[in-house]
């Protein structure tokens, strides 16, 4: 799975289908590698994938991330290898445990990240023993089905290898990324984050960091929005913990977030400026940096302009 250098992030809440065909053939045709997307209380997302693959040739596309307390592992490995196989094998599977907020939203009990995670982990492996789109159980009956292990011990069936990354952001998280998964999918993160991630994951580990960037040179305007998008991420303590490890302070996430907070977690300038951000990490060991592009004038709609800048 060749991932390229830079992809995309795309939030496609309130964005039309036909719109996100457009974007998502935008996207493949200036060559990035993937296109990533979250699960919230938006669409779901094994559908957004098999929309998306259905309407490109080459792009991967990317959960970032698939919320595990969302669906249990059985129809986790049934979604994977059925994407897999429709696809050619381009599908990646990023699982994270997600916030407190939205998973006690959806009825669950928010247990301990690290331990949840291993769980599902270990157990979505065994549910591939169990599961194959190949055979026709009427015809061929019930037999466990091999289950290999591919790069990095990425799971593999008959389908072919079914990657798998980690929304981790704490060192825990990313070892367990790097013992169990292929890497590791952090968001809303520092080049300094990405630094530490990849001491901890090792060489050879995926490292898909998110960087938002803004085309504009309007200080004032790209902090408003800025400020806007990131009110709700700044209030989670997952993210305010990481960040507070990575050298900024209390007084940072004061009045809706300090300027150098806002000025890293969304890169706005000319060509020059966002090409800076997102090299960055490209700098500090990442394989792969998912680029989430902001229009300032919308929001809400993503910034073409500066994907066409960023484009190799």
């Known amino acids: 799975m060749d991932l390229k250098r830079h992809g995309v992030f795309l939030f496609n809440e309130g964005m039309a289908a036909g719109a996100l065909k457009q974007h998502v053939q935008r996207i493949e045709q200036l060559g990035y590698g993937a296109v990533w997307f979250p699960e919230a209380i938006g669409r779901e997302p094994f559908a957004t994938a098999a929309f998306i693959l259905n309407h490109t040739d080459t792009l991967i596309a990317a959960t970032g991330i698939l919320n595990i307390y969302g669906r249990d592992p059985t129809v986790t490995a049934m979604g994977q290898q059925t994407l897999a196989e429709m696809s050619g094998g381009r599908f990646l599977l990023g699982l994270g445990v997600s916030h407190s907020f939205f998973v006690e939203a959806r009825g669950h009990t928010y247990g301990k990240p690290l331990g949840a995670m291993r769980s ?178 919308h929001p809400n709609r993503p910034g073409m302009a500066a994907l066409e800048v960023l484009a190799d």
């Open 120 to 297: 599902y982990l270990a157990a979505l492996r065994q549910c591939h023993t169990g599961i194959s789109i190949t055979r026709n159980l009427a015809v061929d009956g019930f037999a466990p089905q091999p289950v290999g292990r591919g790069k990095l011990g990425a799971i593999v069936t008959e389908v072919g290898e079914l990657p798998v990354v980690l929304a981790a952001l704490g060192p825990k998280m990313n070892a367990l990324a790097a013992e169990l998964t292929q890497g590791s999918h952090p968001y809303n993160t520092t080049p300094e984050h990405t630094r530490r991630c990849r001491e901890i994951l090792g060489p050879d580990a995926l490292l898909c960091p998110m960087q938002r960037v803004c085309l504009t040179t309007d200080a004032r305007k790209a902090r408003q929005v800025g400020r806007q998008i990131l009110a709700m991420y700044l209030g989670l303590p997952n993210y305010r913990n990481m960040l507070l490890d990575c050298g900024y302070s209390e007084l940072d996430f004061e009045d809706g977030g300090s300027d150098r907070l806002i000025d890293q977690l969304l890169g706005w300038g000319d060509e020059t400026a966002i090409r800076g951000y997102v090299q960055a990490h490209l700098d500090a060991g990442a394989t792969h940096v998912c680029v989430q592009p902001i229009d300032v004038d």
